[in-house]
């Protein structure tokens, strides 16, 4: 991870205070970090605990649409949003998160980290991202 000195800190957060942005948005504007740097550090807050996120903004790496297929998708109503390294960050209904969670670690055999958004936005997400597997 890049080490930010007290002074790009505090800029970084009185840029944050004035236009709401977020910390690691403003760190690559700012040409302190590389992309790959933010996503380190959010994959290490994962793990301490889930962050709630508008799918719709956040959006859905085709990448990760890969390592989970339609049919799991649709029964665990679940959607790959990120690959990095050896996890897959599963985006998964608030609601669903407590019991499914530790479910899912054992489906589907893999290191998982996880997201939570509503019902509706992994409803569409299915939709829009595997439209192929569901035409076939």
């Given at each position: 991870m890049v080490?930010?000195?007290g002074h790009d800190i505090e800029d970084i957060l009185s840029e944050q205070s004035s236009t709401g942005q977020r910390f690691?948005?403003?760190?690559l504007q700012m040409g302190l970090c590389k992309p790959e740097d933010v996503w380190?550090?959010?994959?290490?807050?994962?793990?301490?605990?889930?962050?709630?996120?508008?799918?719709?903004?956040?959006?859905?790496?085709?990448?990760?649409?890969?390592?989970?297929?339609?049919h799991l998708a649709i029964q665990y109503h679940i959607v790959p949003v990120r690959i990095l390294?050896?996890?897959?960050?599963?985006?998964?209904?608030?609601?669903?998160?407590?019991?499914?969670?530790?479910?899912?670690?054992t489906v589907l055999e893999r290191n998982l980290k996880f997201?939570?958004?509503?019902?509706?936005?992994?409803?569409?997400?299915i939709r829009s991202y595997y439209t192929n597997s569901l035409a076939a």
């Open positions: 080490q930010l000195s690691g948005d403003i760190a380190r550090a959010w994959s290490g807050q994962l793990d301490e605990s889930p962050q709630r996120v508008n799918l719709e903004q956040f959006g859905v790496d085709s990448q990760a649409i890969e390592h989970l297929p339609l390294a050896d996890k897959l960050v599963v985006a998964i209904d608030e609601a669903a998160y407590p019991l499914l969670s530790p479910v899912l670690a997201v939570l958004c509503t019902h509706r936005e992994i409803a569409t997400a």
